[in-house]
């Protein structure tokens, strides 16, 4: 017997309410928001609060809730850690993933282009051209990196700045979307930049691209913006091209 009077749950019993509770979760209750108490939610199940105690902490583990002591669970903002790590698995463990992954971002970028440059404000803007300065500056006057700090600097404000232009897009999702890849994003600029120096380009010729679709997105011209960011993503996928068939260093 438990503390609480009730025999000790079966597993499956705890998984079945965690499979309720995240539906629930999911389609009513809004990030910050608390569960019912522990009785309430034994009733509402016809369960003991042992049950409910573990359905919580499987929900915890999934990262669908906050737990505190003391307090109750509390609805947890969503990321995408789990969508994270499958992106990382796969570019990691399979070569055709980082062609996978471009065909996303064709998808994904090519639309955060056109709205952007629809509805960027004025801060949107500084963001994307902050970035492009920021890899600027990591490249240096002759475009080549000092060393593997400025190549690390140069690919996170690459980064930086095709997140900013999703997020200047103004949809929430694509942006959330952008935030989940950015560890295999990064991974995925260190092997492009190994193709795209093989191909005899230089990290200003990767700047004119990128400024290509700032000034587009500036001029609020979304067919345009659509057309830059595409031409950019398939060069990125020839640089990928010949990183993997010349065994280019995969390493970050």
Known sequence: MTSDGGSRPESSTASTVA????RWILAELAPGQS???EADLAERYAVSRLTIREAVKLLEGRRLLELARGRRAVVREPDGSAFTDFL???IRYDSKGLFDLVEV???LEVQSATL???RANRAGIIAIENALNGMREAAGPDG???DDEAEFRFHSYDFGFHEAVALASGNRILGYLFEAMATPLR?????????????GHTTFDTMAAHQRILDCIRDGNGRAAAEAMRNHLKDTERDIRSALTNHLSRTP
């Open 105 to 107: 971002r064709l998808s």
């Open 88 to 90: 990382t698995s796969v």
């Open 35 to 37: 569960l019912p108490s």
């Open 187 to 199: 991974e995925g600029f260190f092997i492009s930049h190994r193709g795209n120096t093989h191909r």
């Open 19 to 22: 499979d309720d509770l995240s």
């Open 116 to 118: 952007a440059a629809k």
């Open 144 to 146: 080549v990196f000092a």
